[in-house]
T-cell receptor
Framework: DAGVTQSPTHLIKTRGQQVTLRCSPK?????VSWYQQALGQGPQFIFQ???????QRGNFPDRFSGHQFPNYSSELNVNALLLGDSALYLC?????????????FGPGTRLTVL | KNQVEQSPQSLIILEGKNCTLQ??????????LRWYKQDTGRGPVSLTI?????NTKSNGRYTATLDADTKQSSLHITASQLSDSASYIC????????????FGAGTRLFVKA
């Protein structure tokens, strides 16, 4: 079991560009959550996907959007990048039937916006 | 307001020493509390999970306690090792029928030889 995987590991973009980050959940998990973690801060919840629909959303603008595929993998898209979007983006998966109590995190994607 | 506050913000200890990290929360209705260890630039790794009815949980040299009455949790690390240097994040989930998780800002632990 590869656990939660994310790609790419690192990414450098310029202001105004668009980016897509990818996540594959742990085997047996059906729910994917995305978090943004600025340097020295705790993760901030962006949104959660289950059954290919966005179920919950944190306090993030519409520039942040996502998608979940039938195989439970997920993408995070960010449009019109700002310098403040530079952060570690974490994906976490869980099994909704288990109450979603235990989340497993991926290694993260480090996004740098210049 | 649902909040999770951790203290201290950072901590430096000598290898072999014990330490205790604190987590206070004002989250309701409470579902569970988790402690994660996060190495720099990596994803968090779960250490312990506690529900309302549990007041202590151990994972090797890590022992977490939970006082649901005072809404406080602690993570005790015994006989620290250099590899314990990391951020320790307290996470509280709400029992709202949907998904709601509040993350603390973390405690940065430095273990020195």
């Amino acid at each position: 079991d590869a656990g939660v995987t994310q790609s790419p590991t690192h990414l450098i973009k310029t202001r105004g560009q668009q980016v897509t980050l990818r996540c594959s959940p742990k085997s047996g998990h059906d729910t994917v959550s995305w978090y943004q973690q600025a340097l020295g801060q705790g993760p901030q919840f962006i949104f959660q996907y289950y059954e290919e629909e966005e179920r919950q959303r944190g306090n993030f603008p519409d520039r942040f959007s996502g998608h979940q595929f039938p195989n439970y993998s997920s993408e995070l898209n960010v449009n019109a990048l700002l310098l403040g979007d530079s952060a570690l983006y974490l994906c976490a998966s869980s099994f909704r039937g288990g109450g979603g109590i235990e989340q497993f995190f991926g290694p993260g994607t480090r996004l740098t916006v210049l | 307001k649902n909040q999770v506050e951790q203290s201290p913000q950072s901590l430096i200890i000598l290898e072999g020493k014990n330490c205790t990290l604190q987590c206070n929360y004002t989250v309701s209705p409470f579902s569970n509390l988790r402690w994660y260890k996060q190495d720099t630039g990596r994803g968090p790794v779960s250490l312990t999970i506690m529900t309302f009815s549990e007041n202590t949980k151990s994972n090797g040299r890590y022992t977490a306690t939970l006082d649901a009455d005072t809404k406080q949790s602690s993570l005790h690390i015994t006989a620290s090792q250099l590899s314990d240097s990391a951020s320790y994040i307290c996470v509280v989930s709400l029992n709202t029928g949907g998904f709601k998780t509040i993350f603390g800002a973390g405690t940065r632990l430095f273990v020195k030889a």
